[in-house]
């Protein structure tokens, strides 16, 4: 079979083993450690990261803040319900693109009346225009910076496999890395909730160093892949930034002989976006749509920390692409077989 084949990316997973809850103590989470050269695969827990990282190490993170993106209002004209996901806005006219759920098609002009989360009604959005596929343009009836009226209007946008999406208090937190600064991302960079300010500290202590990277998440990341060839698939681009101060840090690493170690998929892609040919980093700001797919030479990125993906996901086949298919599916065998909890509340791997 074809690496690029979809097929290859695909596995069997019991509902019981997708987490609906996080733990208690975030780093209590079970940690594989794969070995790529090896194929060794070891069982441990994420608090053990002290004792698997060297001083010489520097962890890359994705300080990106998921944002309240969830919406729920009614339809001025029938009364019908609509839910909605913030995706974007246009500084320029103040514009939204939103995912919308609703029974039939908003056309131009219609009203949606916004309910807070104590499902009051406030404000309103008039639709705008309908894209091709089939994302609504919309416009605030009040003036405001968007992540001002999410905070007032949205809901924390939990993935549709735990509780069906249903919002509970504990996820506005537990929704959320413990560094996370910049808001923009509609889905946490999962592999980074399972870390505490203890655990951090404990690592900065022992020398490991930390650098901040930011890559707003899009639903991009998470649409499934619609084509049976990986060549034939787009990504969605997302925004992301590397500071001066973090590259910088980041090079006197490798220069040094200290592993890179991206903490989630996100963290990986803008590192190896921003990364020249030969693998040093520069300050970049923009947009990348990059898929790493079989073949891919990593050119930033040492090791992987990284949350157990959905079957056939752009995801899956990048953490593939980085320590081969057959080990990760091998992995993903062991990690079933071991009752290890998956998704984004779920266990994680180390790629070494």
């Known amino acids: 079979m074809s690496d690029f084949d979809l097929s290859g990316y695909d596995y069997e997973l019991p509902r019981e083993r997708i987490a609906q809850h996080p733990l208690t103590v975030r ?136 509780r069906d999406g249903n919002m ?50 899009g639903i991009g990341t998470f649409r499934p892949i619609a084509h049976d060839d990986l060549r034939e698939h787009q990504m969605h681009a997302e925004w992301g930034q590397i500071e001066a101060d973090a590259a910088a840090r980041i090079n006197a690493t490798r220069a040094a002989g200290g592993r890179v170690v991206a903490i989630g998929t996100t963290s990986v892609r803008v590192l190896e976006t921003a990364a020249a040919e030969q693998g040093r980093l520069e300050p970049w700001t923009g947009m990348t749509d990059l898929f790493i797919t079989p073949g891919y030479r990593f050119r930033a990125v040492d090791a992987l920390m990284t949350n157990f993906h959905l079957p056939k996901s752009s995801l899956l086949v990048l953490v593939s692409a980085f320590a081969g298919r057959e080990l990760i599916l091998e992995a993903y065998r062991q990690a079933i077989e071991h009752e290890y909890r998956f998704y984004s509340y779920g266990d994680a791997m180390l790629l070494l």
Not at 189 to 215: I, K, M, N, R, W
Request: with cysteine.
């Open 168 to 217: 509970m208090d504990v996820d506005v937190q537990s929704y959320q890395t413990v560094y996370a600064r910049q808001g923009g991302s509609v889905a946490a960079p999962t592999a980074g909730l399972h870390f505490t300010d203890a655990l951090l500290q404990q690592l900065t202590d022992q020398g490991v160093s930390l650098s901040g990277v930011t890559l707003h998440v």
């Open 27 to 162: 780093s209590d989470a079970r940690l594989m450690v794969v070995h790529r050269r090896s194929g060794q695969i070891e069982h441990f827990h994420v608090r053990d990261l002290p004792d698997l990282l060297d001083a010489s190490d520097t962890m890359v993170v994705n300080d990106s803040r998921v944002v309240p993106a969830r919406l729920i209002g009614m339809r001025c004209q029938t009364g019908g319900r609509w839910q909605g996901l913030f995706l974007r806005a246009d500084p320029a006219t103040g514009v939204w693109e939103t995912l919308s759920k609703t029974r039939g098609k908003l056309q131009p002009g219609e009203r949606i009346t916004l309910q807070d989360r104590h499902g009051r009604e406030g404000m309103q959005l008039v639709v705008v225009d309908r894209l091709e596929g089939g994302n609504l343009l919309v416009k605030p009836s009040e003036e405001a910076e968007p992540l001002s009226l999410l905070e007032r209007y949205g809901r924390v946008p939990i993935p549709p496999y735990i």
